[in-house]
């Protein structure tokens, strides 16, 4: 029993090991560096590094790298909080700045990171001890860090198939969420506000019928955009194409909101937006942290076309290209 409990251990370690391995060394994703570790922005791993050192007085060898060891993970972890500080939720806030203004967030999010993954440990010739520990941005810590206030669509359990034959579906009146989207979805009149009752008719999308389209990526390079976990996409006129309010908080969190890379044609391959993406190009970078794209509003109503009868922004099937 003994020899199974060990086996099965040691089998998770090489797992775990080998996921940030290869998460590291991915160099077709978006990596963003600090000075004591990275966030991988396509898969969603941040890793830290801490060194520890050897106290003065320990009685052995043996006990002057455990004591190393220890200092060294309790360093690293301590470098991986203020990393994950620095993370922009979206354009409007960092996590540091979201854990300041609430106390359970901070002591929640401190809680999360001091059981981290401890994924590498390297003993030096000296004496010290280099760790390595991370965690990923999805799951219980995009639990914690998205704010509850952050609209998200509401997504009903589709009914048995049975069900749906003979019942009709009734007249529902729409979400505080969706009708923000749908409001949003309205081009606003630049030069002139006009009444519902007079305004011009706008041109339809230049859609291909039947196209089919399995997700999106905006070439957003140039622009002096950054990545965040709730990134949004925006028209000429600030109305929304692309954000909250268009995926479910599950998929948001267990996802994240997009994908990030570095290169078009690497974009264009991620199992993330599968094989037939529509690519776009941003205009621009708005907002505090410049992670609000904006694109064109030919292609803004390109998509709002698409997205009708498709769910790719359901399951946020987006890839972001940066610098």
Partial sequence: ???????????????????????????????????????????????????????????????????????????????LLEIIKRVRIDSAATVGEYMVTNDAIRTSVSGYLHNSQIYDVAYMSDGSVEATVGVSLRGGLAQIV??????????????????????????????????????????????????????????????????????????????????AMSPKIIDEQGNEVYGSALVSREYAIQQGMAGYARDVEQAKVRPRVTDQPLVVRALSAMGKGMSDLVISNADANKLRALTENQDFFEKCRVMIVLD
């Fill in 146 to 227: 998205i704010p509850k206030t952050m609209p998200f669509k509401v997504v009903e359990p589709a009914l048995p198939t049975d069900a749906q034959e003979s019942v009709a579906a009734p007249m529902t009146q729409p979400t505080e969420s969706t009708s923000a989207a749908s409001a949003s979805s309205e081009p606003a009149d630049v030069t002139e506000p006009v009444s519902d009752e007079h305004a011009p008719a706008q041109p339809a999308p230049a859609v291909e019928s039947g196209m089919v389209v399995t997700g999106l990526v905006v070439d957003a390079s140039g622009s002096g955009a950054h990545p």
């Fill in 1 to 79: 029993m003994g020899k199974h409990v060990m086996l099965l251990s040691l089998l998770f370690v090489c797992s775990a090991v080998t996921a940030w391995a290869l998460g590291t060394s991915n160099n077709e994703g978006y990596v963003q560096t600090f000075e004591n570790g990275e966030v991988n922005w396509q898969s969603g791993l941040v890793t830290a590094v801490g060194i520890g050192a050897p106290p003065a007085n320990a009685v052995n060898m043996a006990q002057a790298r455990a004591l190393a060891r220890r200092a060294a993970i309790v360093v690293a972890r301590r470098n």
